[in-house]
């Protein structure tokens, strides 16, 4: 599976704004890394990589790195899919087991999580920023955008998370929390943003 940087768009809609690319003096992702073995389907298992830094060293197997490669929907592969709950028939996960860890080449500060998702999808999530990963602060729990809330949920949605309480960090950590599904999730990519609602975009 080939992955390619560039600049990606999101498709205009009512509840969600529009996306330009950052400036170029914007802040990069320079790693992105969860759990080994923590997905039980995405490219993650696929490729066997849990944990990558940018640039890429094996463009054609980003492994968890797909998560904030550019979205070529309706062809596209799931960067996290996964059916573990803490109890069987609830909508919690393991925040344990579904958590997302962001590297930047210098301290920033994440507003928002933009995630193109399945109809199975992420509700609720958990944001924590720090300088290391053994000090991380809490920015706040963000439930999915109204616009999407209100919505049926579709394949390829794009959600915002909103966190309270951004803070300027170098590491940046997802826990997601809850599904709107018992039946598990997928998620296709899932872009953090800065304060001026624009993605950041991967060190190249």
Same mark, same amino acid.
């Not at 979205?71 to 803490?86: C, M, T, V």
């Not at 579904?98 to 999580?113: H, M």
């Not at 919505?151 to 909103?162: I, K, N, P, S």
């Given at each position: 599976?080939?992955?390619?940087?560039?600049?990606?768009?999101?498709?205009?809609? %009512?509840?969600?704004?529009?996306?330009?690319? =950052?400036?170029?003096?914007?802040?990069?992702?320079?790693?992105?890394?969860? =759990?080994? *073995?923590?997905? !039980?389907?995405?490219?993650?298992?696929?490729?066997?990589?849990?944990? #990558?830094?940018? =640039?890429?060293?094996?463009?054609?197997? /980003? *492994?968890?790195?797909?998560?904030?490669?550019?979205?070529?929907? /309706?062809?596209?592969?799931?960067?996290?899919?996964?059916?573990?709950?803490?109890?069987?028939? @609830? &909508?919690?996960?393991?925040?344990?087991?579904? #958590?997302?860890?962001?590297?930047?080449?210098? +301290? @920033?500060?994440?507003?928002?999580?933009?995630? %193109?998702?399945?109809?199975?999808?992420?509700?609720?999530? +958990? *944001?924590?920023? *720090?300088? !290391? $990963?053994? +000090?991380?602060?809490?920015?706040?729990?963000?439930?999915? !955008?109204?616009?999407?809330?209100?919505? $049926?949920?579709?394949?390829?949605?794009?959600?915002?998370?909103?966190?309270?309480?951004?803070?300027?960090?170098?590491?940046?950590?997802? $826990?997601?929390? $809850?599904?709107?599904?018992?039946?598990?999730?997928?998620?296709?990519?899932?872009? /953090? &943003?800065?304060? !001026?609602?624009?993605?950041?975009? =991967?060190?190249?």
């Amino acid at each position: 599976m080939a992955f390619v940087l560039g600049t990606s768009h999101a498709p205009a809609a %009512l509840h969600f704004p529009s996306v330009e690319p =950052p400036p170029a003096e914007s802040a990069r992702i320079t790693s992105v890394a969860m =759990p080994v *073995g923590s997905m !039980d389907g995405g490219t993650p298992l696929e490729d066997q990589s849990w944990s #990558v830094t940018f =640039p890429l060293s094996k463009p054609d197997a /980003p *492994g968890i790195g797909y998560l904030v490669a550019p979205e070529k929907l /309706p062809d596209d592969g799931l960067a996290l899919h996964d059916h573990h709950f803490l109890k069987p028939g @609830t &909508r919690f996960l393991d925040p344990r087991r579904s #958590v997302v860890t962001y590297g930047f080449d210098r +301290e @920033t500060a994440v507003l928002e999580l933009e995630m %193109l998702q399945h109809n199975n999808a992420i509700s609720r999530i +958990e *944001g924590f920023a *720090g300088n !290391d $990963e053994d +000090e991380m602060v809490s920015v706040g729990i963000a439930s999915i !955008d109204p616009g999407c809330f209100r919505a $049926e949920y579709y394949e390829g949605q794009h959600c915002l998370f909103t966190f309270p309480h951004p803070r300027r960090a170098r590491l940046f950590r997802v $826990e997601m929390l $809850e599904t709107n599904s018992p039946q598990g999730f997928a998620v296709f990519r899932a872009y /953090p &943003r800065g304060m !001026d609602h624009r993605r950041y975009l =991967p060190l190249r």
